[in-house]
């Protein structure tokens, strides 16, 4: 079995910065993609990053320049660097990890407001 386990959300003012964790725990070989997706209220879930194992990364438009997604294999973890947050970006935060299928975390919540 895998999990993972995330961290780091809570409550913060505009232009406040957050920082999210993802660990994944259990039977893991190797990890692919990793990355993080949001849904806020009454919206679908929605890609906010990836990153793949050797480090490339994708963001979505909305997030370009304000987000940064890292991670450290060795822990087998994953980061999201949230800065210069607004309202809109407030929603539950699910961490993904592709190890042999998509794996999801039991997501975190981010409110921006002040």
């Known amino acids: 079995q895998v999990q993972l386990v995330e961290s780091g959300g809570g409550l913060v003012q505009p232009g406040g910065s957050l920082r999210l964790s993802c660990a994944a725990s259990?039977?893991?070989?190797?990890?692919?993609?990793m990355g993080w997706y949001r849904q806020g209220p009454g919206k679908q879930r929605e890609l906010v990053a990836l990153i793949t194992r050797g480090g490339t990364t994708t963001y979505t438009d909305s997030v370009k320049g304000r987000f940064a997604l890292s991670r450290n294999n060795a822990k087998n973890t994953v980061y999201l660097q949230m800065n210069s947050l607004k309202p809109e970006d407030t929603a539950v935060y699910y961490c993904s990890a592709d190890i042999k299928r998509t794996y999801w975390g039991q997501g975190t919540q981010v409110t921006v407001s002040s």
């Open positions: 259990g039977s893991i070989f190797s990890i692919g993609a």
